[in-house]
């Protein structure tokens, strides 16, 4: 079956604790995103790569790190959590091309809270 | 100013109603437009997808995009029960960064 997988899908932490949400695609897709979701601020980019080893920033990357050494992972990295980011985090790919549909699958969502 | 303005509703109508959705934005460098549905607990799924202007009929879903006034909407004819979730439309001018709406939450009564 096509799809994202992410874990955990539920975390609970401390502030200061490092932490790393992983993001697994099984469709061969190059672009992958992260992307968080609060209420009345809707969806919000953090970070996203269009391949291996190319990254570029979203809307709202301070506090968070990515990594993308293989086509299918792409992890989210918190060095040192705040409470600010307690969110729900959403991982999504797709194929990348000129005449695609831009569509990107999301997997499940992993809820966050930092203490 | 967001790069991206919705109404977040709540919206509750009858079973069989139109239901019309829209959301504004302020980047003229927009090019691809997209709305999502999402379930209550899950991911977004990709409903319709338009590039520039003009209009895409999917079934019951259509899609308009007015890049003049900067505006895109999304109507569903005979609405069902199955349709009550939350509606979100996406834009992005690269196809690489996205913006998002904050959603509308749609509920169709039987």
């Known amino acids: 079956e096509a799809q994202v997988t992410q874990n955990p899908r539920y975390l609970i932490t401390v502030t200061g604790k490092k932490l790393t949400v992983t993001c697994s695609q099984n469709m061969n897709h190059e672009y992958m995103s992260w992307y968080r979701q609060d209420p009345g601020l809707g969806l919000r980019q953090i970070y996203y790569s269009m391949n291996v080893e190319v990254t570029d920033k979203g809307d709202v990357p301070e506090g968070y790190k990515v990594s993308r050494k293989e086509k299918r992972n792409f992890p989210l990295i918190l060095e040192s959590p705040s409470p600010n980011q307690t969110s729900l985090y959403f991982c999504a790919s797709r194929q990348y091309g000129l005449a695609d549909n831009n569509e990107q699958f999301f997997g499940p969502g992993t809820r966050l809270t930092v203490l | 100013q967001k790069e991206v303005e919705q109404d977040p509703g709540p919206l509750s109508v009858p079973e069989g109603a139109i239901v019309s959705l829209n959301c504004t934005y302020s980047?003229?460098?927009?090019?691809?437009f997209m709305w999502y549905r999402q379930y209550s607990r899950k991911g977004p799924e990709l409903l319709m997808y338009t590039y520039s202007s003009g209009n895409k009929e999917d079934g019951r879903f259509t899609a308009q995009v007015d890049k003049s006034s900067k505006y895109i909407s999304l109507f569903i004819r005979d609405s069902q029960p199955s349709d009550s979730a939350t509606y979100l439309c996406a834009m992005s001018a690269t196809g690489n960064q996205f913006y998002f709406g904050t959603g509308t939450s749609l509920t169709v009564i039987p």
């Open positions: 980047n003229s460098a927009f090019q691809y």
